[in-house]
Each structure stands twice: as structure tokens, then as C-alpha cells.
């Protein structure tokens, strides 16, 4: 699809997804509602002090500040009730979004490598940025077209990617690495890495790319008031890929 129209819902898709949500979460309704606009089915929503999970295709860690970012992103809300059951389902190929602050929390549990460090500037970092498509093969991202370009909000202050050297060479040779920061012509830059991420990496799959974790926030490009739809194409994915 091209970005910027409205998505066709496919009648009788039935996925059905769940949100979890940690105390300090706040982009749990904005996942919702991404998810509800394309697929046409409200997702559910899930407190961290759960122990089960309802019957799902698709499990998402949201953004937020879980447990106020205290001791280390990602790192508390790692070992919360809920997390046993995602992991485990997780490992058994249950398809897991993970976005800013669930990507901290997803490097926590080692279910994808590497870890999110201090933005290079040391300061917080809320603006548009531009991404480009590297994997477009996976259940998360088939609706882009390779190297395609779009336009979506990032919000943290710990989005620098790092991995070491024999992880970096499994991300290239696993084709793990999801997807880029890079400038509006879809150029690599210094200055077009937002974080100082190594090899400006902004989202990361698992071998078996079952698992997606990134910093940017594509389920704030969805809805028509919210930057004309560009995050639509990694939703569109997912519903027709577990649909």
C-alpha cells in the first residue's frame, strides 16, 4: 500500500492480540487504537500482575516509563508476573511487538541481543524521524517495499542500540536488523541518528523473526490526525500475516 491512504480492513480476519500493560505505561490506548483502526478488532489489555494470558496471535510491549525507569529501563518490569507466560509463549513462536520502552524491556529478557544505552546527547529525545525498511520479508514488516522510507515519532531517553561485534555480525547474517534511522532521502547519516545507535539500528528482530523490537513509535503514524498513516504498513503486515 502507499503511505498516507486509508487501510481496507479484510473481512474475516480474526487476530486477536493483547497489550500488556505495566504501572507507568502510557502508549497502551495509542497500540489500541492502531491496532483496532486496521485489523477492526479491539485488542485486549492485560495487567502486568496477570499471571495468564487470553488466547492471542500477537503480544505487545507498549512504550511508557514502567515502574518510573527506576534501577534501568526495561529492567523491573522484565521480572513482572506477566512476563513468564509472554516469554514462554514467545519461545514458542507466539508473534511479540515491542516498541520503546517494551524494547528495553525485550533486550531485559535476552529474547532479542543487545542493549539500550543513554541517547548520546544524554538528554531525552521527543521529535519525527525518518526509518528505512532493511528486512521486509517478516511478519512484521512484508507491506514495505526494501529501503522505503517513513516518518514516525520517537520518545526516550535510553534508544542507543548497542551489541557487541559477534552479535552485530549475527544481526547481518540472520538478517535480524528491522529497520534504520536515516534521513528523508533515505541516506544513513550521522546527523539523521537521532540516539547514536550503532549502525543508526532502530528495530531488531529475534533469528527466527517472530519477535520485533524499536524504538519509534509507529502506532502514533496510524490515524489520520497522527502523521498521515505512515506506521500503517507494519500493522497491515501483521494482521494479514495472522490473520
Given at each position: 500500500m502507499v503511505c498516507g491512504t486509508t487501510p481496507n480492513r479484510m473481512n474475516g480476519l480474526e487476530m486477536k492480540s493483547a497489550?500488556?500493560?505495566?504501572?507507568?505505561?502510557?502508549?497502551?490506548?495509542?497500540?489500541?487504537?492502531?491496532?483496532?483502526?486496521?485489523?477492526?478488532?479491539?485488542?485486549?489489555l492485560v495487567w502486568h500482575k496477570e499471571t495468564t494470558l487470553p488466547d492471542c496471535d500477537l503480544m505487545v510491549?507498549?512504550?511508557?516509563?514502567?515502574?518510573?525507569?527506576?534501577?534501568?529501563?526495561?529492567?523491573?518490569a522484565a521480572h513482572s508476573p506477566i512476563?513468564?507466560?509472554?516469554?514462554?509463549?514467545?519461545?514458542?513462536?507466539?508473534r511479540l511487538l515491542a516498541v520503546c520502552n517494551g524494547f528495553q524491556m525485550l533486550v531485559e529478557t535476552r529474547l532479542v541481543p543487545g542493549a539500550l544505552l543513554r541517547n548520546r546527547s544524554l538528554q531525552f529525545i521527543c521529535k519525527q524521524v525518518h526509518?528505512?525498511?532493511?528486512?521486509?520479508?517478516?511478519?512484521?514488516?512484508?507491506r514495505?517495499?526494501?529501503?522505503?522510507?517513513?516518518?514516525?515519532?520517537?520518545?526516550?531517553?535510553?534508544?542507543?542500540?548497542?551489541?557487541?561485534?559477534?552479535?552485530?555480525?549475527?544481526l547481518h547474517d540472520n538478517?535480524?536488523?528491522?529497520?534504520?534511522?536515516?534521513n528523508a532521502d533515505g541516506q544513513i547519516t550521522d546527523e539523521s541518528n537521532p540516539n547514536g545507535s550503532l549502525e543508526s539500528i532502530a528495530g531488531v528482530m529475534n533469528k527466527e523473526k517472530t519477535i520485533?523490537?524499536?524504538?519509534?513509535?509507529?502506532?502514533?503514524?496510524?490515524?489520520?490526525?497522527?502523521?498521515?498513516h505512515q506506521g500503517i504498513p507494519l500493522f497491515q503486515s501483521i494482521v494479514e500475516a495472522l490473520g
Open positions: 497489550i500488556i500493560v505495566f504501572p507507568g505505561t502510557n502508549r497502551e490506548k495509542d497500540m489500541q487504537m492502531a491496532l483496532k483502526h486496521v485489523s477492526g478488532k479491539d485488542p485486549a510491549l507498549p512504550g511508557g516509563f514502567s515502574y518510573g525507569d527506576y534501577l534501568r529501563c526495561g529492567a523491573m512476563m513468564k507466560e509472554v516469554i514462554d509463549r514467545a519461545k514458542k513462536g507466539v526509518l528505512r525498511a532493511e528486512n521486509t520479508s517478516s511478519d512484521f514488516t512484508r514495505f517495499a526494501k529501503g522505503q522510507v517513513l516518518q514516525v515519532p520517537i520518545a526516550h531517553g535510553e534508544g542507543n542500540y548497542f551489541v557487541d561485534a559477534d552479535g552485530l555480525k549475527s538478517d535480524q536488523i528491522a529497520f534504520r534511522y536515516c520485533l523490537g524499536m524504538m519509534p513509535h509507529p502506532e502514533d503514524s496510524v490515524v489520520p490526525h497522527a502523521n498521515g
